[in-house]
């Protein structure tokens, strides 16, 4: 069931269009991942979907309503962290997670909420005197406090420690196991790829490409890598006539050999034929990092 | 408690976390009233102010500068945090939305307002034997538009400020202006001819008036009421259509 469906999305600033046209759906109880570099369109994307934001065009639908005429009621189902929005520096913690749970009819259990996210020992402590990552990590707790059916999240590990963002990210695969839609927007490929059931990869306000992240890999024509050092000289022609093989090259004295499908099958194959051994030899699996940058020609911009 | 009551709760547990705020806001006026009281010639009846004692004076005074305080200096800088740090956004994801912790700062501030007034009749009555409001109605009524149109204008100076501190700057710049019209300086029974003339059409002139008038047992004048409902009304409406929640 679709609980997310998002038509020809256009959404124009004064100056500039932020959105040209955005297309794409949420099954219910997957975790739908909009990737791009900044200034892709995503958070306007993700705005309008909360209801923050007036689309120019297309249309927009959430759990069966529009974000705009039936914002009181979707409020109550989606949770949302925003990026950069913060608290009152003088807020603790516990003021604020009861705060946010008494804007809701049926909130989550807060005192399960703030362990799940390790501030437990936090409870006490202001807004202003959390690390950032902590802050984070309340402001997820916020977003869930109301136990939304949908979670929106914008760049949610932007600022956390490798291990925070571990953390991170085994809560929110809790948070999917137990019954919520996740919205997740990041810049972080890595992130999307551990996550996300399917992502769309988003660039200058148009989907590029929208697929499970295996899938987005194995689209590519460069999908693995293979590098070895022959131990006796070795023709590359043997390998470039394999149907197989993509691409050689030479790094010094390493090959280096790209392709998809069986590759590395095939490759070792005609070594063997031909008796030359390889040493070192590695095979390399593309990331969604690759599979992105492959999409729009660009990195991801990274912190 | 939910929603409303239970934002303006918070406000409250906050401002009471800012111990210079609660200081200005609300002990300060009535600190003030006991300052200038123990002047033994404050405390003596002047035939140049009509009869008065320059304490009597002073107590409406201390509570125009309650107000100013806290609509000019504390709301707008507070709000323009708010919206600075994406708070209010963030509320408009949620079922009570951004309109709802506006609302809840203003009553809060209204509320803080009316004990720090209280304070200062107190102060004034026991130690001063300053009268309570002999036209108690009147002087509800008259603190009540003065609060609307102060808290009116505080709300437009959050709605144009770029951000927190630049709120905060032109707080403290319009405070002079406004308070040395409402007497803080030179009470209006001193003031040459003109200048009160002036002081009657601002905001706290007119408040500061129709205090006295209601507290000597009369009701407040047409003019002052209508400047006050004026402002109020005016600075809403301007507050309504430039208020940003982003």
Known sequence: ?????????????????????????????????IVGPNGAGKTTTVECVEGLRTPDGGSIKVLGLDPRRDGAELRHRVGAQLQESALPDRMKVWEALDLYASFYPRPADQRRLIDDLGLGDKRETTFGKLSGGQKQRLSIALALVGDPEIAVLDELTSGLDPNARRD???????VRDGGVTVLLVTHFMDEAERLCDRVAVVDAG??????????????????????FRPASPLDDGLLIALPEVRSV????????????????????????RNQIVAADLRLEQASLDDAYVALTGHAAVSD | MTGLPRLIFMELKLFLREPLAVFFAVAFPALLVGILGSVPGFREPKQDIGGLRVIDLYVPIAIAFVLVMLSLNLVPATLATYRERGILRRLAT???GPTALLAAQMLMSLLMAVGAVLLVLAVGRLAFDVALPQQPTGFALAFVLGAAAVFAMGLVLAAVAPSARSAQGFGTVLFFPVMFFAGLWVPRAAMPGTLRDISDFTPLGA?????QDAAAGAWPQALHLAVMAAYAVVFGLVAVRTFRWQ
């Open chain 1, 206 to 227: 148009r989907v590029v490409a929208l697929d499970s992240p295996s899938s987005l890999i194995a689209r590519m024509d460069t999908a693995q890598r293979i590098r």
């Open chain 1, 168 to 174: 991170t990210w085994d809560l929110i695969e809790q």
């Open chain 2, 94 to 96: 949620t079922p009570v």
């Open chain 1, 249 to 272: 090259r030479r790094n010094g004295v390493q090959v280096v050999v790209t392709g998809t499908g069986n590759l590395l099958q095939a490759v070792t194959s005609v070594l063997a």
């Open chain 1, 1 to 33: 069931m679709q609980v997310i469906e998002v038509d020809n999305l256009r959404k124009q600033y004064r100056d500039h269009v932020a959105v040209q046209d955005i297309s794409f759906t949420v099954e219910r109880g997957e975790i739908f991942g």
């Open chain 2, 207 to 211: 408040t500061v008036q129709a205090l």
